[in-house]
């Protein structure tokens, strides 16, 4: 009797996990969909046959593997610590509870999944100027950009107003690493926490969305390389090179003229690194802090003002540091709003994603 009663917890954890897992099965059955398409994708425009996913590994594995589960549990435990007092050690329990195990083990699976399909979007990414031999659309890109904004490409109003080195240094800081944590936390969060299961399904359907069709589908039909790389797509070098001689105050390579360079370097030579790939419209930055924001104001009007205002700051960041035509983000934020809604409509309830799981896919 003992033994079985001390088994118990253990079973209740492996039952939880498989649950979650066959819940999680059209996720693991996407991914190796879109991943074979990739491969075929590449192989028929004639590439090397070398993919990415090597590259995305290691770093990937870090982030979600060790630094992202620390951080999570590591505020769980903080959290209980600060807010109870004598009922601590039930509260400990409930944070570590078997249904909480269970949904960071199968959330560290789909992180694993997550890693394949950055991977298999990157190989097709990099790919894509295989379709056109080059990138065949910057001119008009930039052109409608001039047109939308009075006569004069944007980046220079954005200067104008706040051309400090201050400025662009909190810009690049917060494009890149700020950005990152918030997206990529806000996938790992919904995929190890049960407290995000009403809205799981709908949150990973518009992750995939917005890599897959922002990224890859439309990316493809449109393809532009942005401002950073006008002068090299197009041949003229004048019509963005006082924006590319304020960047390149800054040439470190973690710094947006640096990893410009860099991943310009990569295309010339056809490497497959990690975060390889050009191309700018539509804007996958501007795509999927959109969604979050989205997601954030379905729980709070204040905090869904507050994420969309900082949607306007990604979109004005991506035209001050070269990387995208205003165009990019306009077009990706309707793309994703739309895309939003739809698919909610499709779940017709918030609690849509809590009955398919329980149904087990």
């Not at 295989?130 to 409608?144: K, Q, T, V, Y």
């Not at 800081?173 to 709908?202: E, M």
């Not at 698919?343 to 896919?361: L, Q």
Request: proline share 3%; with cysteine.
């Amino acid at each position: 009797m003992t033994a079985q009663v001390s088994a118990r917890p253990y079973d209740v954890l492996l039952s939880n996990t498989r649950d979650r897992l066959l819940g999680d099965a059209w996720f693991y059955y996407a991914v190796f969909f879109y991943t074979a398409f990739g491969l075929v994708f590449v192989y028929l425009l004639g590439g090397t046959g070398e993919t990415a996913h090597a590259a995305y590994a290691e770093p990937l594995f870090k982030v979600f593997g060790l630094f992202m589960p620390v951080i999570a549990l590591g505020f769980d435990a903080i959290r209980v610590i600060v807010r109870l007092d004598h009922r601590r050690p039930l509260a400990f329990r409930m944070v570590f509870s078997s249904e909480r195990m269970a949904s960071m083990m199968a959330g560290m699976i789909m992180m694993a999944g997550i890693v394949l399909f950055m991977g298999t979007f990157t190989t097709i990414k990099i790919s894509l100027p295989l379709l056109f031999d080059g990138f065949p659309h910057d001119r008009l890109h930039a052109d409608i950009d001039r047109m939308l904004h009075f006569g004069v490409d944007p980046w220079r109003w954005l200067h104008g107003v706040a051309g400090s080195e201050i400025v662009r240094s909190m810009l690049e800081f917060n494009y890149g690493t700020i950005w990152f944590i918030l997206c990529f936390g806000g996938v790992f969060f919904v995929a190890t926490s049960p407290k995000a299961d009403t809205i799981r399904i709908r949150y990973l359907v518009m992750f995939m969305v917005c890599w897959m069709v922002v990224g890859n589908v439309l990316a493809g039909a449109f393809l532009s390389a942005g401002p950073a790389f006008y002068g090299e797509v197009t041949g003229d070098h004048g019509r963005f090179a006082d924006l590319l001689a304020l960047l390149s105050q800054n040439p470190d390579t973690a710094s947006p003229y640096g990893y410009q360079r860099y991943l310009w370097a990569l295309y010339q030579n056809d490497i497959k690194a990690f975060g390889a790939g050009i191309s700018a419209f539509p804007s996958v930055h501007v795509a999927l802090i959109t969604m979050n924001a989205l997601f954030v104001a379905e729980r709070s009007r204040l905090l869904g003002g507050l994420a969309f205002v900082y949607v306007a700051l990604i979109v004005l960041s991506s035209v001050y540091l070269g990387w995208h035509y205003a165009i990019d983000g306009y077009i990706s934020i309707a793309l994703v709003v739309s895309g939003h809604f739809l698919v909610r409509r499709m779940f017709r309830t918030g609690d849509a994603g809590r009955h398919v799981f329980a149904k087990g896919g």
